[in-house]
């Protein structure tokens, strides 16, 4: 493949270990019979990666350069500990975990593989067994690096951790695997930032999420990759009784970005997903969820908006799956997407399998323009058309930026937001 | 203030309104009464300068200037304000932001600074109260959720920021309880200067009981029918537009 699946074994962490080289082999041999996903998949018929089949990505990293730094020094957000991984390698300098709770471990991939080897085995690929496409083999076969978090019982994190993923150099294929392992009555923020250097390059990265009993997960994705850069990063979380998965997802950058969150719900589990994307240019941005409600009385919110402009693509593919057993299960899934030029599309496919017969399950796509009467009335109180304009595309986003309670990462995606859209020169709006 | 002169206007080559006149003068208040279906909100739109209406022949002069070159925006900066009969709920936006924005713009216009964050909040905390609404409704979305009172309250508190020289209120009591209509008279009733004048849009005379107008005028089939004082208004409460319409078919 062109896509430059690296074979350089001796370079890969953990090589000594006869179970993670089974692991990698495995995933190879997939990796190399199938390639990566194509439209004849159901679960990718909206997104073609012919165009990034023509490219050619090294898996090699040179060392950061000084741009990278520049990158950094942008992320940083205060009331935060950081990790920094830069070309799929965990940088300790840039890193700051100083005063974590006791118990609690953030370490690198390559660190826990020679530490906690029995960890990492008793948890690697075990979030995502039955899901299993070209990326998923591509990353399980050739990770270079990437983070394990492990809460410890009854360990409370009182604020985010930030993930930052970085890639420095144009052509570069980054490879991560992350492990978030949250104990009984545990709890987290993890928060990942994706961007790098603008040029192409190729951006993969899995994180497997494993939630004990009553444990708790609050994850954000800042997806700001380079407007040249292919994006792909799925997140794959077991939930077991009464945990609770919230996620808020912000994509904005990306030529090509597709986003994968899948989670499966033990008995009165919950989870929480929520979901913004602003295209604009060619952008293609995906999301595919995937819901499953294994037990009973376990509930799921979803609610995905998307902002379309120029010739942008928007998919949106949300799959609910309530198993027979999981009586009571309470499900309720929206996307709404505005469209603000006549060329942009949104695709949005909600897919419910429904196989208990005791559920309250509900679903509802918009896909719209602005409301004309809206931006009359705001004309009529004296504002111009393209600041009433402005201030509903705003707002339609903004609801989404106002469920973000950490207040540096709350202004941090305001900024962004606002940025995606130039002519937006506004103040935040809602008191 | 206000000259209308043998206005005509289409909706997708309707005839709605057939050759409006009508003289508003400041410190006037004019009530515009008629059946469903005479034209009634087609005026108050057209003087908004909402789209959607192709005027065919006629002409409006606001203030000496031709009120039909503007666009809604410029109308509003320039003191023409539409209370809506059905306010647009806006998610999203706060009211207090809203309010902010359009008088600034209104400021801006007029050759004014920007209004000073505090003399704002002053400002609109004292006008909110002679409204009796609650101060959170500043902070909530722009009539999102608001039960059809509140709607109109909101309405009448952001005339009373932007200070305008003609208000157009557009069936402002329809959907208003007793309690809910007298608190919004009162709050027009403050609003009654030399300076300024209204004109009242209404299927009813019950807003008339509250603020008594300087004259009356019946639109039907896109015409002022007929005018007078505020004591037309009083037999149209009991006769009904019936005989108005005939007497405009026979003529």
């Not at chain 1, 690296?6 to 990796?31: E, H, I, M, N, T």
């Not at chain 2, 009120?67 to 109308?75: Q, S």
Request: proline share 3%; with cysteine.
């Amino acid at each position: 493949m062109s896509t430059g699946l690296s074979l350089d074994a001796a370079s890969l962490p953990g090589q000594s270990l006869p179970w993670l080289q089974d692991f990698r082999a495995d995933a190879r041999v997939q990796y190399v019979a199938e390639g990566l996903p194509t439209v004849r998949s159901e679960e990718w018929r909206y997104t073609s990666l012919a165009s990034l089949q023509k490219k050619t990505f090294t898996a090699v990293a040179p060392a950061a350069s000084n741009q990278v730094a520049d990158y950094h020094s942008q992320q940083l957000l205060a009331d935060t500990w950081r990790i920094v991984l830069v070309n799929g390698q965990v940088d300790q300098r840039l890193s700051m975990l100083e005063g974590l709770p006791e118990g609690v471990r953030v370490m690198s991939m390559a660190a826990a593989l020679v530490e906690h080897e029995a960890l990492i085995h008793r948890y690697l690929g075990h979030a995502m067994a039955a899901i299993k496409h070209g990326f998923i083999a591509l990353n399980s076969a050739g990770f270079s690096d990437g983070v394990v978090v492990h809460v410890p019982a009854g360990t409370v994190l009182d604020k985010p951790i930030h993930c930052v993923h970085s890639v420095s150099h144009a052509e570069l294929m980054v490879n991560t695997r992350s492990l978030l392992i949250i104990e009984e009555n545990a709890s987290l923020q993890w928060l990942e930032s994706y961007g790098g250097i603008d040029a192409e390059y190729l951006s993969v990265a899995i994180t497997e999420v494993f939630l004990a009993e009553n444990a708790k997960l609050i994850a954000y994705k800042q997806q700001t990759e380079s407007s040249h850069a292919y994006h792909f990063a799925g997140m794959y979380c077991k939930q077991a009784p009464y945990s609770c998965f919230t996620q808020h997802h912000f994509a904005l950058g990306g030529v090509l970005a597709r986003s994968e969150t899948h989670t499966e719900l033990a008995t009165a589990a919950e989870c929480e997903l929520n979901g913004l994307y602003l295209g604009a240019g060619r952008q293609h941005l995906d999301h595919h969820t995937q819901i499953t409600h294994a037990q009973p009385h376990s509930i799921s919110r979803e609610y995905y908006k998307g902002v379309l402009n120029e010739r942008s693509r928007g998919v949106f593919q949300g799959r609910i799956i309530v198993e027979q057993q999981a009586q009571k299960t309470s499900s309720m899934m929206a996307n709404r997407n505005l469209l603000l030029s006549e060329h942009a599309e949104a695709d949005s496919k909600p897919q419910l399998e429904i196989y208990a017969d005791d559920v309250k399950c509900s679903h509802g796509v918009t896909v719209g323009q602005l409301d004309e009467k809206s931006v009359f009335y705001l004309q009529s109180r004296g504002l111009d058309e393209a600041s009433a304009r402005n201030i509903l595309i705003f707002a339609f986003a903004n609801e989404m930026v106002e469920k973000i309670s950490h207040r540096p990462l709350h202004a941090a995606l305001l900024t962004a937001v606002l940025t995606r859209f130039p002519k937006l020169a506004i103040q935040p709006v809602v008191g | 203030m206000l000259s209308i002169k043998n206005l005509t206007v289409n909706i997708n080559e309707k005839v709605i309104l057939n050759g409006i006149n009508l003289e508003v003068n400041a410190g006037e208040i004019h009530a515009i009464m008629g059946p469903n279906g005479s034209g009634k909100s087609t005026l108050s739109h057209v003087l908004s300068g909402k789209p959607g209406y192709q005027i065919t022949g006629g002409t409006i002069q606001y203030k000496g200037k031709n009120l039909v070159d503007m666009a809604p925006e410029i109308r509003a900066r320039e003191g023409v304000f539409l209370a809506f009969q059905y306010p647009v709920e806006i998610p999203g936006v706060s009211n207090v932001y809203l309010l902010k924005a359009a008088l600034n713009a209104v400021r801006k216009h007029q050759g004014l600074d920007e209004v000073d964050a505090m003399d704002f909040l002053s400002l609109v905390k004292a006008k909110i109260k002679t409204l009796d609404m609650d101060e959170k409704f500043l902070y909530r979305a722009v009539n999102e959720g608001f039960s059809g009172g509140e709607k109109k309250r909101n309405e009448i508190l952001q005339m009373a920021i932007l200070e305008p020289a003609l208000c157009i209120l557009d069936e402002t009591d329809s959907g208003l309880d007793i309690d809910a209509l007298k608190v919004v008279a009162e709050g027009i009733n403050a609003l009654r200067s030399s300076e300024r004048a209204f004109i009242m849009v209404t299927h009813y005379q019950r807003l008339l009981d509250y603020i008594k107008p300087d004259y009356v005028h019946v639109l039907a089939h896109g015409q002022i029918v007929k005018s007078g004082g505020a004591d037309l208004a009083l037999a149209l409460e009991k006769e009904g537009y019936g005989w108005l319409e005939q007497g405009q078919v026979s003529a």
